[in-house]
């Protein structure tokens, strides 16, 4: 019993010793810093410094932004680039020769300062419709720049301009400018007054989308020309569709000239384009036709 009173009083000692030491050491290690923290401010005071050049137990001061220019000025990342201003064009179409090449420029869309955007073109001679953006080549021509309604070519080191139909010469009165082939069935008469025909079809969205992703192969599906009536832009004429294209199971057919989407009016290509944007994100379009003199409307569900 007193042998095991004496070992609790042992065990008490020694942990008020080890108390009162760790204790002694916090005070003499505080003590130390102070007198530290109280030189420096002293040499502060007396030197006029800023005391945010102070070096705090030895640590090197942190580096102002200036000290890592040259990463910036090496644009490690490619984002300077995006800073630069968009290039202006150095041409003025207006004062280029209409180019002699065998092409229609059917419609554009246009971004930027001509370096940017697309253009529906037609190879006459081939009977062939592409989309083409600048640095494409056709024929034997480069395209050196897309604007509205109008294509700066590069031939054979000279700079010409391809214009829309339209605006090949505005002097000239015409009616029809599109003389479609003798097996292209259709009527570019006035539509004689009378009630519309209405038809729905129903269209996948995968559908619509997969045939988006290669606008070429689509333009290849039918021909799209700009339709004139007594010398004004009167719709897009359709021919040549393709049996088993998208435009076919669309309930289009040779001959029909478009005339609007949702209401609006379409007299270009451009238009058309437009068109085919709205396809990937509405729900429901429809577009107004004239059929074999027939007004009529076509809707299409797009169906998810």
Do not use: C, W
Request: proline fraction near 3%.
């Amino acid at each position: 019993m007193i042998k095991n009173l004496f070992s609790i009083v042992n065990l008490l000692l020694i942990a008020v010793f080890i108390f009162f030491s760790v204790s002694l050491g916090y005070q003499v290690l505080s003590a130390a810093l102070n007198q530290a923290a109280s030189s420096d401010m002293a040499s502060v005071i007396a030197t006029g410094s800023d005391i945010k050049n102070i070096h705090v137990n030895n640590q090197p001061q942190a580096r102002q932004l200036s000290a890592y220019q040259s990463i910036t000025s090496r644009d490690l990342l490619k984002t300077l680039q995006a800073l630069k201003p968009a290039k202006t064009l150095d041409i003025d179409p207006d004062k280029l020769q209409q180019t002699t090449l065998n092409l229609n420029l059917l419609g554009t869309i246009t971004a930027g300062q001509g370096d940017s955007g697309y253009a529906v073109i037609e190879d006459v001679q081939k009977r062939k419709q592409g989309l083409y953006k600048a640095g494409d080549a056709i024929v034997n021509a480069q395209i050196k720049a897309i604007l509205r309604k109008k294509v700066v070519l590069s031939v054979d080191g000279k700079d010409e301009v391809l214009l829309m139909e339209e605006d090949k010469n505005k002097t000239k009165k015409r009616g029809d400018s599109f003389s479609p082939d003798a097996s292209e069935e259709y009527d570019p008469g006035l539509p004689d007054e009378g009630g519309e025909m209405d038809e729905s079809v129903n269209i996948d969205r995968d559908k619509i989308n997969d045939s988006l992703k290669n606008i070429n192969q689509l333009m290849s599906q039918v021909k799209v020309r700009p339709h004139f009536r007594d010398g004004k832009p009167d719709g897009l004429l359709l021919s040549h569709v393709q049996q088993n294209s998208i435009f076919n199971e669309m309930g289009l057919k040779n001959g029909d000239i478009v005339k609007g989407v949702n209401g609006k009016e379409i007299q270009s290509v451009d238009d058309a384009l437009k068109f085919y944007d709205s396809l990937k994100s509405s729900t429901s379009v429809e577009i107004q036709i004239e059929r074999q003199n027939d007004m009529m409307t076509i809707g299409y569900q797009i169906r998810e």
